[in-house]
């Protein structure tokens, strides 16, 4: 009877524990993309809301500038509408700061839950010793986490201001971790500004063509 010799046990046994960890951390990486997402998806509403006003509030202005001063109005217009362009960013990103620090602040549980799965994730890749900081008064929520996942040694908590932002940053002798939620946003900004540029341009070559006609 042929089998497995104990090497080949062990290798096999090796690539499965190794295939569970990435499983594991694939799993952690979609649920706290998703969780970020819904912040996000909270405030969107609002935004295509606010273009969509703009637009209206803006037409007659367009116009006027049309008959008023000819070719300097597609740039008078242009200038109006970057400036509320980065009207409309700048206060996206306040206003999921103030989520975040609502969700810190009232619902607890629910935040802890997020922070400690980014705690793990941090820890997972992050060499010992390691120094986890996040923000005051959330030290109790990750040092709990990290006992429960088994990844508390060599580990030291410390606090540091995010500016209310949260989330943590795992720092190694070699490595640095940025997993506060300024850095997700960061990461994701990009995409959202893609997305309000299109949904602006077309309001603005829409009524470009108009002026265009008169």
């Not at 998806?41 to 969509?52: E, G, I, K, M, N």
């Not at 409309?88 to 810190?104: M, T, Y």
């Not at 040092?143 to 940053?169: A, H, K, Q």
Request: hydrophobic residues 35%.
């Amino acid at each position: 009877m042929t089998g497995l010799s104990p090497e080949g046990d062990l290798s096999s046994f090796r690539e499965a524990l190794r295939r569970e960890h990435l499983q594991k951390v694939e799993a952690l990486e979609r649920q706290r993309d998703n969780e970020i997402a819904e912040l996000i998806a909270d405030r969107r509403t609002s935004v295509q809301r606010r273009v969509s006003k703009l637009r209206k509030e803006q037409e007659g202005k367009y116009l006027f500038l049309a008959g008023e001063k000819g070719r300097n109005s597609y740039a008078a217009a242009r200038t109006s509408f970057l400036d509320e362009f980065s009207k409309i960013r700048s206060g996206f990103e306040d206003a999921l700061r103030g989520r975040i620090e609502e969700i810190r602040r009232s619902e607890r549980e629910r935040y802890g839950e997020i922070l400690r799965r980014l705690a793990t994730e941090a820890l997972q890749v992050c060499g010992r010793p390691a120094v986890v900081f996040v923000e005051p008064q959330d030290r109790d929520l990750v040092s709990s986490g990290i006992l429960e996942s088994g990844l508390e040694e060599g580990v030291e908590i410390r606090e540091e201001n995010f500016d209310g932002w949260g989330g943590c940053r795992a720092v190694s002798e070699n490595m640095v971790v940025d997993n506060t939620l300024l850095a997700r946003w960061r990461r994701l900004s990009p995409s959202f500004s893609v997305r309000l540029s299109l949904l602006m341009n077309d309001s603005f070559s829409e009524i470009n063509s108009r002026i265009s006609k008169l």
